[in-house]
């Protein structure tokens, strides 16, 4: 049976952040989620969490079903970490420990580790471009493993070296209890550091595999801002290239960001600066304009979202046209070929197919039958200060400029309002609906004059 032990404890000083490291987000989810998933794909049976650093908050972001939570009183180490997990683990088991920090472990790496660890204890290590700050692997002049070197314990030809420990550590249950038990804290940092476990094993003549990986970004840990920004614009980069590979034309792989899943069909084209976030699909043809913002929505085929658009919890139907510089708000429907446009908001609306709302409306709770006509200005007066209530209009109603719709209201099909209109009525199918002051000219009229001006 595999056993995973996730280390979250840690305070993560270096972030400077009164949030717990493994809670800040790489790609719109907590670190420690990413790794969570992974532990999941690799079919672990149980997930033992290390907490300590604000435990509550980090206990409720991992909290399941399959999902254990130990407390670490003190933060005394990595090693003294796995300490307060270990005991809960079956003896028989293959454990496998993985760091908060490090979000992007690969599955296909860690089912290398947990095969090399049927046969004693087995690590992860891979070569970075820029070692700063990893424990470094140490070998004897065959490259035989000889144990990890942290930065603040290695010397300056140590500090050279560039194959670096991942943090990924597999070994069965009974060995790994036994070499945690015999852990020191005569270090630099005058912490129990996990990787000891390793050297105490070889020291004992006990088999150590040290697996490399080769994918570029396994390994990569988040100790401070910059490794956050450098690991997310890499994730992002290798997103984008995922979408690309698969047809969608991206403007600029540096300028898209997905905190989530986003499905495209073919020929989509997404603009610069353009956010998806939760699960968003955008079917066949679609196009996404610059700096908009889509969550948990889908885009039917060929419609055109411009650009500086927020859509969010909606369904846009297929060849419906939608913004610049409008808000969709969650609950709205955007039948087929319907169009908004500038600076409309609208929320928990269906706006019916071949609708427009071209310009400057607002429309809550409302249903839009197809083919209407919303001026600009229109305003759904949905809320009385304590309750919401519907707008209903039927098909082919138009609704002059500025008029403002007091709901509970209904305007039935072929309805027509004049422009500058407060309905508060129903109306009926095909009449013609006029609430508003009636204009008067005034015959020599003459205007207020200034004290000093005189005739
Ligand atoms: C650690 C490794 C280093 C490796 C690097 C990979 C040790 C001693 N060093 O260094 O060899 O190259 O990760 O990213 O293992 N944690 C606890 N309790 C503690 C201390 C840490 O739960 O008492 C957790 C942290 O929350 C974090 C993880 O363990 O998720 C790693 O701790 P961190 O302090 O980031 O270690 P590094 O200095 O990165
Ligand atoms: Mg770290």
């Not at 919303?374 to 304590?386: E, K, L, R, W």
Request: charged share 20%; aromatic share 4%.
């Amino acid at each position: 049976m595999l056993e995973v032990i996730i280390l979250a404890a840690g305070h993560g000083s270096r972030m400077q952040s009164s949030t717990a490291k493994v809670l800040h987000l790489l790609a719109g989810q907590p670190l420690v989620s990413h790794v969570l998933g992974t532990a999941r794909e690799v079919g672990a049976r149980r997930i033992h969490m290390v907490v300590g650093h604000d435990a509550d908050a980090v206990q409720a972001v991992v909290s399941a079903p399959d999902v254990e939570c130990h407390l670490q009183q003190q933060q005394l180490g990595t090693g003294h970490a796995v300490q307060q997990a270990i005991h809960n683990c079956d003896s028989e088991s293959t454990v496998l420990v993985l760091f908060g920090d490090v979000p992007l472990i690969h599955r296909d790496s860690l089912d290398e580790v947990i095969r090399a660890a049927s046969s004693g204890m087995a690590m992860l290590s891979s070569y970075v471009p820029d070692p700063t700050g990893y424990g470094r692997v140490l070998r004897d002049a065959e490259g035989a493993f000889q144990g990890v070197v942290e930065e603040q314990d290695a010397t300056a030809d140590q500090r050279r070296l560039s194959e670096i420990n991942t943090g990924v550590l597999a070994a069965p249950a009974a060995a790994f209890c036994q070499y945690l038990e015999r852990l020191t804290n005569d270090n630099a940092q005058g912490e129990y550091y996990l990787p000891e476990v390793l050297k105490l094993a070889r020291e004992d003549g006990a088999t150590v595999t040290v697996v490399q990986s080769d994918r570029a970004l396994d390994c990569l840990g988040v100790n401070t801002p910059q490794q956050l920004e450098q690991l997310e614009r890499l994730h992002q980069g290798a997103l984008a290239d995922q979408l690309m590979s698969q047809g969608v034309l991206i403007a600029d792989r540096s300028r898209v960001d997905i905190r989530g899943a986003l499905h495209c069909g073919r020929d989509v084209c997404i603009d610069v600066n353009t956010v998806f976030e939760g699960t968003v699909t955008l079917a066949g043809g679609v196009s996404i304009g610059a700096n908009c913002i889509i969550s948990n929505s889908n885009i039917g085929e060929g419609a055109q979202v411009h650009p500086f658009t927020h859509i969010e919890g909606a369904e846009i139907k297929a060849g419906a046209s939608i913004g610049p510089y409008a808000r969709i708000r969650p609950g709205t429907v955007i039948d087929e070929v319907a169009k908004v446009g500038n600076f409309v908001e609208i929320k928990n609306t269906h706006l019916g197919r071949a609708a427009k709302a071209s310009h400057l409306a607002y429309l809550g709770d409302a249903d839009v039958g197809s083919k209407s006509n919303v001026g600009a200005g229109t305003i759904t007066c949905n809320y009385d200060g304590a309750n919401k209530y519907r707008t209903v209009l039927g098909e082919s109603v138009f609704v002059g400029s500025n008029s403002t719709l007091v709901a509970p209201v209904t305007i039935d099909a072929g309805g027509f309002v004049a422009a500058g209109s407060t309905i508060t009525d129903n109306v009926a199918p095909d009449q013609l609906a006029v609430a508003r002051g009636r204009q008067r000219n005034v015959d020599g009229w003459r205007r207020p004059k200034k004290p000093e001006e005189t005739d």
